[in-house]
């Protein structure tokens, strides 16, 4: 499987500033994708970042909090823009699969936010 | 609405007995079903999967166990050892989308 990194690992943030979260990927993928995983909760699929083109953004997450890039097949970011403390949250990338005719996605570090 | 539920959010299990982890899902089109295994500071790492057109898959200590009419699956670990302590995310797909648990923590006690 692939190789798959983020940046920052971590990242305490004051309310209304953006950060921006890299993820790296040691061979070229078609499918990346960002979940958010709150304190308790399941991850969530935020967006599918689409290389050359905008992101696929899920139901209740939009382009404007959450730009994403995707300028080549190795490499995505994701901003968490105008933060507040309710995105205090894992962020992590994810990269898809296709085995057997089904889809599996294998998980990067993960970058966790504090916003106070 | 939760499609993937996993209503125990913790189980302790002794060293070298065996751990079954629970799965609930309510979406019939789900075709495929993983778990996947994080510990602290790191991503999930996937552990095994299982096809609906199967009921069984098995990996060395691990098995996946699909009841389709229950809409039920389950994650057998046997002989459970210390290095299993870790959440446990069940994960259900359909039309290439992974739809999540909230997960489970495992404690393996010495």
């Known amino acids: 499987s692939a190789v798959i990194s983020q940046k920052p690992s971590r990242d305490i943030c004051q309310r209304g500033t953006s950060l921006t979260i890299q993820c790296q990927v040691d061979?070229?993928?078609?499918?990346m994708f960002w979940y958010r995983q709150q304190p308790g909760q399941s991850l969530t699929l935020i967006a599918t970042?689409?290389?050359?083109?905008?992101?696929?953004?899920e139901s209740g997450f939009v382009i404007d909090k959450f730009p994403i890039s995707r300028p080549n097949l190795t490499f995505s970011t994701l901003t968490v823009s105008n933060m507040s403390p309710e995105d205090s949250s894992i962020y992590l990338c994810?990269?898809?699969?296709?085995?057997?005719?089904?889809?599996?996605?294998?998980f990067g570090p993960g970058t966790r936010l504090t916003v106070l | 609405d939760q499609q993937v539920k996993q209503n125990s959010p913790s189980l302790s299990v002794q060293e070298g007995r065996i751990s079954i982890l629970n799965c609930d899902y309510t979406n019939s089109m789900f075709d495929y079903f993983l778990w996947y295994k994080k510990y602290p500071a790191e991503g999930p790492t996937f552990l095994i999967s299982?096809?609906?057109?199967?009921d069984k898959n098995e990996d060395g200590r691990f098995t996946v166990f699909l009841n389709k009419s229950a809409k039920h699956l389950s994650l057998h670990i046997v002989p459970s050892q210390p290095g299993d302590s870790a959440v446990y995310f069940c994960a259900a797909s359909s039309r290439g989308k992974i739809i999540f648990g909230k997960g489970t923590r495992l404690h393996i006690l010495p």
């Open positions: 061979s070229q993928v078609t499918m």
């Open positions: 994810s990269v898809g699969r296709t085995s057997g005719g089904y889809n599996e996605q294998f």
């Open positions: 299982i096809s609906s057109i199967k």
């Open positions: 970042a689409n290389q050359g083109s905008e992101a696929t953004y």
